[in-house]
């Protein structure tokens, strides 16, 4: 089945700066790659995704890249926020279905302020 | 709009204790979930339910029995709690059925420790 790997698991940046996180997926054949965002306490919420027929979508100060052939995507929140600190999970699938979905395990970022 | 509600919130059981963990979906959802997260693992699909009356296994369902009651509600049953089910539990749903089923929308998470 697929394997979805997150890095890193843990990331601090100052506030203003930007943050990048990365996940890498097995299966060449997942097409739907989605970010959700868990503050603390709360319920994961998605935040944007992506379907393997782009390379790039972008959502204000949030942006997803994706690298087929690399078997790679990753987030890019620019313009850091302490309302930005939050667990970020990936994820992968190969139909588009929420019940394929596989989860990275997750990078706690924090804004520093 | 409540979205997903489940409980309860927090649960403690002892070793071989049964409980049931409820949920429901006021969004008019078809395909409801039922997933738990631990420490550095993400969360993991325990079990899926496309429509009222059909349950499907996820990747871990060991120790696990679910329920569609009905198109609203879906329950996790645990028949003898294990040291190992201790986790966060969080129950989703989301529009569609089959191939793009979209955005999940998550319940706020139940806490259960197993003594």
């Known amino acids: 089945g697929e394997n979805v790997e997150q890095h890193p698991s843990t990331l601090s940046v100052q506030e203003g700066d930007s943050a990048v996180i990365k996940c890498t997926y097995s299966?060449?054949?997942?097409?739907?790659f989605p970010w959700y965002k868990q503050e603390l306490g709360k319920r994961p919420q998605l935040i944007i995704d992506?379907?393997?027929?782009?390379g790039e979508k972008k959502d204000q100060r949030i942006a997803v890249t994706l690298n087929k052939t690399a078997k790679h995507f990753s987030l890019h929140i620019t313009e850091t926020q302490p309302e930005d600190s939050a667990v970020y999970f990936c994820?992968?699938?190969?139909?588009?279905?929420?019940?394929?979905?596989?989860f990275g395990s997750g990078t706690q970022l924090t804004v520093l302020p | 709009n409540a979205g997903v509600t489940q409980t309860p919130k927090f649960q403690v059981l002892k070793t071989g204790q049964s409980m049931t963990l409820q949920c429901a979906q006021d969004?008019?959802?078809?395909?409801m979930y039922w997933y738990r997260q631990d420490p550095g693992m993400g969360l993991r699909l325990i079990y899926y339910?496309?429509?009222?009356?059909?349950?499907d296994k996820g990747e871990v369902p060991n120790g696990y029995n679910v329920s569609r009651l009905n198109k609203r509600e879906f329950s996790l049953r645990l028949e003898s709690a294990a040291p190992s089910q201790t986790s966060v539990y969080f129950c989703?749903?989301?529009?569609?059925?089959?191939?793009?089923?979209?955005?999940?929308?998550f319940g706020e998470g139940s806490r259960l420790t197993v003594l």
């Open positions: 339910s496309a429509s009222e009356g059909t349950t």
């Open positions: 992506i379907r393997s027929n782009v």
């Open positions: 994820a992968a699938s190969i139909t588009g279905s929420a019940r394929q979905l596989t």
């Open positions: 969004m008019n959802h078809n395909s």
């Open positions: 299966d060449s054949a997942s097409n739907y």
């Open positions: 989703a749903s989301s529009e569609g059925v089959g191939l793009n089923t979209g955005e999940l929308f």
